[in-house]
């Protein structure tokens, strides 16, 4: 084949993956804009003393965010550390790697993070992402709180209903509403009080303590692929809908970027690599969001950054499905089409989820785990494929 033709595939295959690529960050500006009164603070250290007041919505970027003082509006912050000691009139919205919130919060909170201590006043919902979150017995949550992560403690008042899915939780407070999870693991401590229903999906029979108050019912539900209950949460997003959605996912990737497929699924054969590429980009990306947060100017990069990582994370289930279910064909079926990548996408979604509602402890753990390292390091070495001059994106 002439040298010209090569050339011409090899740009076609780039600007493939190019504006697949501008496609997802064109999808992340969506993103609701900061408000047009808005204070905006950046340094390596932010303060608000006691004695100050925020008028306006309170952007922050920063390594360390304490608030002493009082915002009268809403808190958007990005930092390492952050310490809500003060009075929010708003909502408090947070991605960071701490949260502690010891004041009061009128409106709702939301948080990411990899820890999160609730130990104030809070008139509104409550919703965290994160590994450990604690309420203690100081806290006061007003509303509902939904916790996914790790673990869950709430040794404080929760007046509305506790839902969520985490690996462990702990009830040893007043609950007054009702308690909705998905748990591998449930301890209901002595000073437990639960004024509603007690319901949760599970392979194992929690724990509940003799001294435990739960006026409702308990009832455990085993892990079903049609959903937890008639509610929207368990109808929409029940582990059979949820299935449903990646295969959708999947199959978009497949029909408009096949190229891309086959890269991803060739990327995969090189486990090696993908899961130091995997281990880096999970610790890595998170903190270069972080540090380009810090300064005003990186924001909208690292809002951008942040969206693209979660897509990322999101589509890893799809790519090691893929590879999974070009494991099981018959190799002479492999030719490359999309009828192929369509079948086996779909053959290993569908084992994958079948495999994660194992009721045997730490399995479903240790496939997120291998699937967000695994898929997101095949995702990383698409990175050297952009390079011009690249030829490792052609089929083999």
Known sequence: ??????????????????????????????????????????????????????????????????????????????????????????????????????????????????????????????????????????????????VHGGTLTTRGTVSGDVTGTMERLTIDGPIRGDVNVRVSDLNVEPGAAVTGNLTYVSGSDADVSNDATVSGTIERETIAPWGIDGSFHGRFFSPLVRTLWMLVAGAAVIAFAPRLASALDRNMRRPLALFIAGAVALIAIPALALALAISVVGLPASLILIALYLI?????????????????????????????????????????????????PFVGSAIDLIITVGGLGAMVLLLGQLRPGTTSLSPH
């Not at 492999?334 to 569908?350: A, C, E, H």
């Open 1 to 146: 084949m002439p040298a010209a033709v090569n050339e011409t595939q090899d740009r076609s295959r780039r600007l493939g993956l190019i504006a697949f690529g501008i496609i997802l960050i064109v999808a992340t500006l969506a993103l609701p804009l900061l408000a047009s009164a808005t204070t905006v603070l950046g340094d390596s250290t932010v303060t608000i003393p006691a004695t100050d007041t925020i008028d306006d919505d309170l952007v922050v970027t920063a390594d360390s965010f304490v608030l002493d003082g009082d915002a009268e509006l809403d808190v958007l912050a990005f930092a390492r550390d952050v310490e809500i000691n003060g009075n929010v009139g708003g909502s408090v919205n947070v991605a960071a790697s701490s949260v502690t919130i010891r004041g009061h919060v009128d409106g709702s909170v939301r948080i990411a993070a990899g820890t999160v201590t609730i130990d104030g006043t809070v008139n509104g919902d409550v919703v965290v992402v994160g590994g450990t979150t604690t309420v203690e017995p100081g806290g006061v949550l007003r509303g509902s709180l939904t």
């Open 312 to 360: 990322a994370l999101y589509l890893s289930q799809y790519v090691v499905g893929q590879r999974l279910g070009t494991l099981i064909l018959p190799n002479g079926w492999n030719d490359g089409s999309r009828g192929f990548l369509l079948l086996s996408m779909t053959i290993g979604v569908l084992l994958l989820s079948l495999l994660r509602y194992l009721p045997i």
